[in-house]
């Protein structure tokens, strides 16, 4: 069975950096193109960036110069380095895999995700 495990979640003061991991257990290849998703109770779920098998990456504009998505192919590992956290970024982060070019999440669905706070 595979699964998506994120890890890495925490509480920084605005202004820090925490950096997300992804395992994708239970393949034995890497799937094609991988994201990070985010999801408040205010703001539901979005698109934070994503990244294809040979390192094609696309940001949603509010993370663009502060996020980087990047990814090990051997390891079937996501990570995303996440700096200069601002207080409207906090939210329950989730990878999954999605369709090329899309934010349209595919198998094997969403993991646990990982709780991201910032305190200002």
């Known amino acids: 069975q595979v699964q998506l495990v994120e890890s890495g979640g925490g509480s920084v003061q605005a202004g820090g950096s925490l950096r997300l991991s992804c395992v994708a257990s239970?393949?034995?290849?890497?799937?094609?193109?991988m994201g990070w998703f985010r999801q408040t109770p205010k703001k539901g779920r979005e698109g934070v960036a994503r990244?294809?098998?040979?390192?094609?990456?696309a940001y949603v504009d509010s993370v663009k110069g502060r996020f980087t998505i990047s990814r090990d192919n051997a390891e079937n590992t996501l990570y995303l380095q996440m700096n200069g956290l601002k207080p409207e970024d906090p939210a329950m982060y989730y990878c999954?895999?999605?369709?090329?070019?899309?934010?349209?999440?595919?198998?094997?669905?969403w993991g646990q995700g990982t709780q991201v706070t910032v305190s200002s």
């Open positions: 999954a895999v999605v369709l090329c070019g899309t934010w349209s999440v595919t198998y094997p669905g």
């Open positions: 239970g393949y034995g290849s890497s799937y094609a193109v």
């Open positions: 990244i294809s098998r040979n390192g094609i990456t």
